[in-house]
């Protein structure tokens, strides 16, 4: 095919030692429940089935077939940029993209001869809240949802989050008259029965 696109990856562990992920440094792997990860061929203790991934998506090329060098060349690329913000409240923090960086690497049109990146597309972070506390001491369990998205020319984009009927306790458990902007989940917190 003439023109292609590269998705590449890398691991989800952003600092200290990450390979291999074993329960040495599975702390630094935060947002990856490394005991539910299971060895192929051994027996597991784990009877329900869990989604997550180890990898993130670190950057995105936009790549064209050259047929006089008989190799894809890049045309344009998107590197993302990711950290780990701790959430505040003592549970772990999970991925979050901070930015976007573009970059034109097609220099055959007779203008520049090196790529140009253009300034990146940043994500600042707020800290909501994911859960409604109905047993009391227990975590908020904080996520960030995004708070400003700056683009390329500077334009600052504020998202604004409305709860239509705000969640608050006691959560109603019956799915028909539930009408609140939330809805139960059932588990069971570490030291609870």
């Not at 050259?66 to 003592?90: C, F, I, Q, R, W």
């Amino acid at each position: 095919p003439p023109n292609r696109v590269v998705f590449n990856t890398g691991d989800r562990c952003l600092s200290g030692t990450c390979q291999p992920l074993n329960s040495t440094n599975k702390a630094n792997w935060p947002d990856v429940p490394f005991d539910l990860i299971c060895a192929s061929g051994t027996n597991c203790d784990d009877f329900s089935p869990s989604f997550f991934s180890t990898v993130r998506l670190t950057s995105i090329e936009a790549q064209q077939y050259n047929t006089a060098t008989s190799a894809y060349e890049k045309v344009d690329s998107y590197a993302l940029a990711h950290t780990m913000p701790a959430t505040g409240d003592g549970t772990s923090p999970t991925l979050w993209l901070g930015s976007i960086t573009r970059t034109g690497h097609d220099t055959s049109a007779g203008g520049s001869t090196s790529a140009i990146s253009l300034p990146s597309v940043s994500f600042t972070g707020i800290k909501l809240a994911n859960r409604v506390d109905t047993t009391g001491g227990l975590p908020n369990f904080y996520r960030q949802r995004i708070a400003t998205i700056t683009t390329e020319t500077g334009s600052v984009i504020s998202p604004s989050y409305e709860l239509p009927s705000a969640c608050a306790a006691p959560v109603t458990t019956d799915p028909a008259t539930n009408t609140k902007s939330c809805y139960p989940v059932f588990w069971t917190p570490d030291g609870y029965t």
